[in-house]
């Protein structure tokens, strides 16, 4: 279990190297997007200015304030509270993400499915869990919103973040197959046994 | 009488939604002190640590606890001794709802279901939820506010049992639906349980079982019974904060009942999140109180 300092983009032998349990901190650019910003992308085939190669992708839909731009405000928007969302929704989106753009690092909360799973080991990637529900704290690792795609989506648009110190993330979903998730799923398993017979249930 | 002043209600409405969405009530803020002196797990300590760490970051940076802005939902009851005019305090409360989310400006979580088409404002068809009930209270009129989080609000869920499935039908459904809800309703939550009634009262009890205050227990000594048993069962599972592992599932399990059909045993969950948001305000003839 080791810890990583990563400034993306990243190549498909970084992205392998990770195993589940390291953890890992970001730095450099962040990309933001959500269901509504892949239903886009992938069911509606909109094209993206933003080179995605080898980067990092977030599940988020941010609080913004519309500011003038200027240096610090590159895209005429203030970060006021960036978070991250449920992953699970967005399963089927993975495999393109990777597939189509290169994305190698997908970082959610709750984890993703068995097609994640697959498309991380056959493509080189890994999901990174982030704490859900502490986007206070996650909100001091943004520096800017740098760029902004597809904001007829708003919130849901495609954010270019830039990060500095973006963790620590846990390493839960690797390029080998492995999955915490699945880890602490058969221990559930495990343990639903007696959960029930302590409620005088039939396994 | 007291009468209520409509333009009153509509700033509160809209103090109570940033409010709920910054600080965290006392009792969640024990309830994670009380997980973390007890868990054992050590991935679920450090979750458990930035967790409360966020609670202060929140605090010192004026910040939102969670991006989530969720699904306004404004609780209101009217004492007997309240003289307001209830179209306009409903009106009042949409505007101020809508008047947080422009002027913080917050960001607006609420869609057309059909189009997804969102208005910024955190407004749609019958959204903000408005409940209204009443009270023996005389000049008091209280309105909570809770912005739900979508995360916890997925983990819902409905089941028409039949007498046959007994109290053992509703007890396995809990737990099972607690593992169905593993890490992505963003554990440790509250699991409200809703036991009884109608379709519709049945998921709504279950609700207002995830959004009690921790601490408070069922009316029902059977419900509160079940309350302890069901918390027990489903902290043994091992799902643990964010669903990494640990003794941390759930804060509590709450059950909420109403009398149903002799033909009928439904029941039905709703998850709260860790991030357990309320704000409420109550209107007496002295002022306003602003509290949780």
Request: hydrophobic share 40%; glycine share 10%.
């Amino acid at each position: 279990m080791a810890h990583r300092e990563l400034t993306l983009p990243i190549d498909e032998t970084a992205a392998r190297a990770l195993t589940v349990g390291d953890t890992v901190t970001l730095h450099g650019p962040l990309f933001g997007i959500r269901d509504a910003t892949q239903i886009h992308m992938f069911d509606r085939k909109r094209n993206v200015r933003f080179d995605l190669r080898g980067q990092a992708v977030i599940h988020t839909a941010p609080n913004v304030r519309k500011v003038p731009v200027s240096a610090e405000h590159p895209a005429g928007y203030a970060p006021v509270c960036v978070g991250t969302t449920t992953s699970a929704r967005m399963e089927r989106f993975t495999r393109p993400l990777m597939h189509q753009h290169g994305v190698r690092l997908v970082i959610g909360k709750g984890g993703l499915g068995e097609e994640s799973k697959a498309a991380f080991r056959e493509l080189g990637g890994v999901y990174l869990a982030i704490i859900g529900g502490t986007a206070a704290l996650e909100t001091t690792w943004i520096e800017a919103i740098e760029d902004v795609d597809l904001d007829d989506l708003n919130p849901e648009s495609l954010w270019k973040f830039r990060v500095r110190d973006f963790g620590p993330l846990l390493v839960a979903m690797d390029a080998k197959g492995g999955s915490l998730y699945d880890r602490i799923a058969e221990r559930v398993e495990d343990r639903k046994r007696a959960a029930l017979a302590a409620l005088g249930l039939e396994p | 009488m007291m009468k209520i002043d409509i333009a009153a209600v509509e700033e509160t409405a809209k103090l109570l939604y940033i409010r709920a969405l910054k600080l965290l009530p006392d009792d969640i803020k024990r309830g994670f002190e009380r997980l973390d002196a007890a868990e054992s797990d050590p991935t679920g300590r450090s979750i458990l640590a930035t967790m409360i760490r966020n609670i202060a970051v929140a605090e010192r940076t004026d910040n939102l606890l969670c991006q989530d802005t969720g699904i306004p939902i404004y609780n209101v009851v009217i004492g007997r001794g309240v003289e307001v005019d209830g179209a306009a305090l409903k009106a009042a409360i949409r505007r101020g709802c809508e008047r947080a989310t422009r002027e913080y400006p917050l960001r607006s979580s609420v869609v057309h279901p059909i189009t997804r088409v969102n208005q910024h404002s955190s407004c749609g068809a019958r959204v903000p939820v408005i409940n209204l009930d009443f009270s023996e209270a005389e000049e008091e009129l209280r309105i909570e506010m809770i912005p739900k989080g979508s995360g916890s609000e997925n983990g819902s869920f409905l089941k028409m049992c039949i007498p046959a499935d007994g109290v053992a039908g509703i007890k396995r459904f809990v737990v099972e639906r607690a593992i169905e809800a593993g890490g992505k309703v963003c554990p440790p939550t509250i699991v409200g349980v809703g036991i009884g009634g109608t379709s519709d009262l049945c998921a709504h009890l279950a609700k207002l079982a995830a959004t009690r205050p921790l601490g408070s227990r069922c009316d029902d000594p059977e419900g509160a019974k079940l309350e302890s048993e069901l918390a027990r069962a489903v902290n043994a599972l091992g799902i643990g904060p964010q669903g990494l592992g640990g003794d941390s599932t759930a804060f509590a399990v709450h059950v909420e009942i109403a009398a149903t059909h002799i033909t009928m045993n439904p029941v039905a969950v709703n998850i709260q999140c860790h991030s357990a948001r309320r704000a409420s305000a109550v209107f007496r003839p002295g002022g306003i109180e602003i509290g949780f």
